[in-house]
């Protein structure tokens, strides 16, 4: 079933450790995105890709890289976690439509806890 | 800069009343237009988009440019209409990326 998926759901780790959060789409999109989102509040673009080898930064300047070797796959890596990344990552894909925007899928989130 | 408001963090309603959510934009060109929403323990999704001009659930929000505004209404909200709804806008100008509204939590009371 043509999905996008994240792992894992939930990460609770010490200060100092890299972490990689993964997020794959079954769904044959182009584009994917990786959002930042605190309890309760907007949701922040921090990076995205057009295709492969494409990655750009978003609006909300963020400390995570992000690579795009296959199409369907859109790592997301701290290497060096701090309690101020705690927060929620979405990651989601759209695909091109011409002139026109993109619906985008979003998948289920991961919510990282740095102590 | 484009930039997406909406008023109300919370808005709570009785069933069967009619119901609006608030969303204003800036932006200096066309943009598009979007309602998200998230249920509970749910992912999320899109509700409807400007340009379809449709009828999602009994929701509409229609594009006033004049306002920048794109309001979400339903005359008669229901309980499972309790949500998370976020408006979003996206600027053919900045690659077409979204930019998401801080959101507004709907509950509907029985």
């Known amino acids: 079933e043509a999905d996008i998926y994240q792992t894992p759901r939930y990460l609770v780790i010490g200060t100092g450790k890299k972490i990689t959060l993964e997020c794959s789409q079954t769904?044959?999109?182009?584009?994917m995105y990786w959002y930042q989102q605190d309890p309760g509040m907007e949701l922040h673009l921090i990076h995205y890709?057009?295709?492969?080898?494409?990655?750009e930064k978003g609006d909300l300047s963020s400390e995570s890289t992000v690579s795009r070797i296959r199409t369907e796959h859109f790592p997301l890596t701290l290497e060096s976690a701090r309690p101020s990344h705690t927060s929620q990552y979405l990651c989601?894909?759209?695909?091109?439509?011409?002139?026109?925007?993109?619906?985008?899928?979003f998948g289920p989130g991961t919510r990282l806890t740095v102590l | 800069a484009q930039r997406v408001t909406q008023p109300e963090k919370l808005l709570s309603v009785f069933k069967g009343a009619p119901v609006e959510l608030k969303c204003n934009y800036s932006?200096?060109?066309?943009?598009?237009l979007f309602w998200y929403v998230q249920y509970s323990r749910q992912r999320l999704q899109l509700l409807l988009r400007?340009?379809s001009r449709e009828s999602i659930k009994g929701f509409t929000a229609d594009l006033n440019k004049g306002e920048t505004s794109f309001h979400l209404k339903k005359p008669f909200a229901q309980e499972e209409d309790s949500a998370m709804y976020y408006c979003?806008?996206?600027?053919?100008?900045?690659?077409?990326?979204?930019?998401f509204g801080p959101g507004t939590r709907l509950s509907v009371l029985p």
């Open positions: 932006y200096s060109g066309s943009p598009e």
């Open positions: 989601a894909s759209s695909e091109s439509a011409g002139g026109r925007t993109d619906t985008q899928y």
């Open positions: 979003a806008l996206s600027g053919h100008n900045y690659g077409q990326n979204f930019v």
């Open positions: 890709s057009y295709g492969v080898n494409s990655t």
């Open positions: 769904m044959g999109h182009d584009k």
């Open positions: 400007h340009i």
